[in-house]
């Protein structure tokens, strides 16, 4: 938009300047409003968070949920992550996001809790600026301390995108999460930066195969091999792995029979509510075997 702005001032002469200015002032007057939204929409709870169960095929039983944010915007509706995380991401405003979420998420697994024998792990999508800000590891540290809740029930899911920062640095922080016993996924894996390097450097526990390859299983000749190579490859490197948007019994069968357990996807469950993913806990510990198998 801003090269047909440029365009369109070059060829229309002696305004050229001024009106690329004025297009340029909305943009930023644009962009500034949605960051304003976004902190209004934060002290104002405009967001929730869904939570989605981890099935392990194996136990035939849930192992865990992802959190993930939703936004009911007064005027617009809901408003996808996938729009909204992006403008958060150029900002610090990123990081306020992210820690909402530790909050209500490590909230809800103290609720667990107290609710449940057995509470279930809640894996927490973290962006990589907000990933190697300063004060991080003390925001989780205290959070759990102040609910009570055990590092093992938390888990922290980055991209690809976090290893363009210094690796010493994300070597540092993951130990430090692993001190307190929360585990690290990559997620998307596959789809971002393409270096294999840190997987053997870096204390990784788990890799998450991104929807886009779990989609070709069944769709086109050969469209498992992709899984089949970052299934082997996890193995190799003794991580464990989960698929991601696994839509279909036969994408969970070829999966199973790949060698990878753990699934998530709309066939067995959309992202819950908090109250539908307690409810879904509760019963759970009563019924194992309820959990829809391939
Ligand atoms: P993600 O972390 O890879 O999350 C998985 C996405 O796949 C979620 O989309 C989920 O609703 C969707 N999904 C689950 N099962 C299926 C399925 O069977 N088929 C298909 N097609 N999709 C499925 P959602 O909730 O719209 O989130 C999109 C992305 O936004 C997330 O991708 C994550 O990158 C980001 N995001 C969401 N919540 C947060 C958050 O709290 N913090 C940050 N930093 N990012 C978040
Ligand atoms: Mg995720
Ligand atoms: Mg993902
Ligand atoms: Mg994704």
Redesign the pocket.
Known sequence: QADMAMYWAKQNGRDNAKFFEAYMASEVTSRFQYEQEIKDALDQQQFH??Y?PQVDTLSQSIVGF?????WSHPANGMV???EF?PI??ESNL?CR??DW?LEHSIATLSQWQKECANALPIA????GR?FVAEGFIKTIETLLLRHQVDGQLLKI?I?EGVFIHDMSQCIDIMGALKAIGVEISV??FGTGYSSLHYLKELPLDIL?I??SFV?EIGDQAEGDKICEAIIQLAHNLDLKVIA????TQEQAKVLNRLGCYIH????YD??LSEDAALKLLKREQHTPDEVKVP
């Open positions: 968070l869904l989605q992802e959190a993930l944010i939703r996808s992550p996938a995380i958060a991401e990123i996001i992210g979420v927490v999508n973290i962006s907000h899911e991209t997620d998307d998450k991104d929807k989609r991601e948007g696994v839509e998530q996807g709309y066939y959309r992202p």
